[in-house]
């Protein structure tokens, strides 16, 4: 395939910058516990300081791979699918998603919310990020807010956010990995003094799977 083929299908959403996919067991938030089948698309430039998976960023790294291969992978594995990365909404997920769901899978994201929301969720989990603040529109539709803290501005951080989700929405605070031995008292602390917050943790991380 010449290159202007693929330049143009990775702008339609038929070819997304593929970095990794596997089946594994999700380890945070609401669905924590999980089996679930990743798959984390290249490219991000929101630059958060702390980020876990900076070889994301640059998509030009990741080969652009038909939607297609993606989901015959995909379904081989789950029917519950995890699209994260980097940052998924820097593409146009509807291709994808409407893929995935033509072969009966639930869809679920985690997204920054910094960029305009495309595809099909079942569950949309919206990590935004201070440097690069969520479109109005997620607020509204997100099903779980998940804010890292790293440090004690970010208590505040979270309760500005979460006076813009939706009241359904499921709050959760999770330690950034790093700092995790000076802030889960801390938050531990906040949420039983703030029960509407619940503790997020990243198990897999303990559990020492992907
Ligand atoms: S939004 Fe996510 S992938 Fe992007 S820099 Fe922040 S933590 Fe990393």
């Not at 000076?182 to 949420?191: A, C, G």
Request: net charge negative; hydrophobic share 40%; aromatic share 10%.
């Amino acid at each position: 395939m010449i290159k202007e083929d693929t330049n143009a299908r990775v702008e339609l959403g038929t070819m997304l910058p593929l970095m990794e996919a596997f089946y594994t067991i999700q380890g945070e938030g609401f669905h924590k516990g999980t089996a679930a089948y990743f798959i984390r698309i290249g490219g991000c430039d929101v630059g958060c300081h702390w980020c876990d998976v900076k070889e994301s960023w640059n998509a030009l790294l990741h080969p652009p791979t038909a939607i297609e291969v993606m989901v015959e992978d995909a379904v081989k594995h789950s029917k519950t699918i995890v699209i994260t990365g980097g940052e998924p909404l820097t593409w146009n997920m509807d291709p994808l998603t409407t893929l995935l769901k033509e072969r009966g899978c639930k869809i679920h994201i985690e997204t920054s919310g910094a960029y305009e929301l495309s595809g099909i969720w079942d569950w949309i989990c919206l990590s935004p990020k201070k440097i690069k603040l969520p479109t109005p529109e997620i607020y509204a539709v997100a099903h779980e807010l998940k804010v890292i803290v790293f440090n004690n501005n970010d208590f505040l951080f979270a309760e500005e956010q979460a006076s813009r989700i939706n009241e359904n929405c499921i709050l959760y605070l999770q330690p950034e990995w790093s700092k995790r031995e000076k802030m889960i008292p801390l938050i531990v602390d906040y949420v039983m003094a703030n029960p509407k917050w619940k503790v997020s943790l990243q198990t897999h991380k303990y559990l020492n799977i992907p």
